[in-house]
């Protein structure tokens, strides 16, 4: 009976000690393993970094770079706005560069801007230095919008609006902007 208890007991502690390592994986990468592991305690897995943005058409100082981008965003018809954003994204990076190609998504397939043959045109009349911001700007426009074949915007007399702008610096020392907020 002894021999029977011995016996069991080693078959059962070698079962135990079988099974001890199997539910582990063994990885010769560290930073797999890491990735691995924030992925199962976060349910998220990290990607890598993305690529750093370029724009094209910067400008040499901040206040022209917003001139330029605030000038291309406010005058437009209904033909060429969702290629004048298209090129707005080109010349911007970060959040700028999602609102203008979300802008340009919209605009592509509006129907009601195309009928009433809309169109913006305006002027900056100021751009000063956000109190306490780093590199942001208040961007003061006066605008008016027309509509070559609706009555629907007939009197509609100059409109005053405001937008934060954010620019950033690149590597090679031209501005860009970097975010747009219009808030009027």
Not at 46 to 61: K, N, Q
Not at 82 to 101: I, P
Not at 104 to 109: K, L, S
Not at 131 to 154: I, M, P, W
């Amino acid at each position: 009976m002894n021999a029977g208890r011995i016996g069991a007991a080693v078959t059962v502690a070698a079962l135990a000690c079988a099974g001890c390592g199997a539910g582990q994986k063994r990885t010769t990468n560290p930073t797999r393993s890491s990735a691995l592991a924030q992925a199962e305690a976060t349910h998220e897995y990290p990607s890598p970094p993305p690529p750093p943005e370029t724009a094209h058409g910067t400008l040499a100082g901040a206040i022209p770079a917003i001139r330029a981008f605030a000038t291309a965003y406010i005058n437009w018809t209904a033909q060429s706005v969702a290629a004048d954003m298209r090129a707005l994204a080109a010349s911007t990076v970060g959040q700028a560069r999602s609102a203008m190609t979300l802008a340009a998504a919209e605009t592509n397939g509006d129907y009601e801007l195309q009928r009433g043959g809309l169109s913006n045109s305006g002027t900056v009349e100021a751009i000063a230095p956000l109190s306490g911001k780093r590199d942001q700007y208040v961007v003061v426009t006066l605008e008016s919008t027309s509509a070559a074949n609706t009555t629907a915007y007939d009197g509609l007399r100059p409109a005053w609006h405001v937008a934060l702008a954010t620019v950033t610096q690149q590597r090679d020392g031209t501005w860009v902007v970097s975010a747009w907020q219009p808030e009027s």
